[in-house]
Nanobody
């Protein structure tokens, strides 16, 4: 079981990035899937979440209207499209898949996103 993230990097304020999280060993369709982030000196926070039905998404107020979470069940990959990025979005971003009924809680390795001019 593995989650492999990609897509982080350095971007100017107002720019966009798309993070990817590819799963192996399980399928996203059975799991609640989430993106978290952790900035230096701060606690990890939930940024976006999508239910097992793939249709209901929720976002932190700080990213609502700018970030979009999605899942491609054919590629078994989840994404976080981030637009209108701000310096306060700078953090390490983690993808996460959970199915508490079977006590499954998987994490990606994290990818750094830096928003700076």
């Amino acid at each position: 079981v593995q989650l492999v993230e990609s897509g982080g990097g350095l971007v100017q304020p107002g720019g966009s990035l798309r993070l990817s999280c590819a799963a192996s060993g399980f399928t996203f369709s059975n799991y609640n899937t989430n993106w978290f982030r952790q900035a230096p000196g701060k606690e990890r926070e939930l940024v976006a979440a999508i239910g097992r039905d793939g249709g209901s998404a929720n976002y932190a107020d700080s990213v609502k209207g700018r970030f979009t979470i999605s899942i491609d069940n054919v590629r078994n990959t989840m994404y976080l499209q981030m637009n209108s990025l701000k310096p306060e979005d700078t953090a390490v971003y983690y993808c996460n898949a959970r199915w508490l009924l079977v006590r499954a809680d998987y994490w990606g390795q994290g990818t750094q996103v830096t928003v700076s001019s």
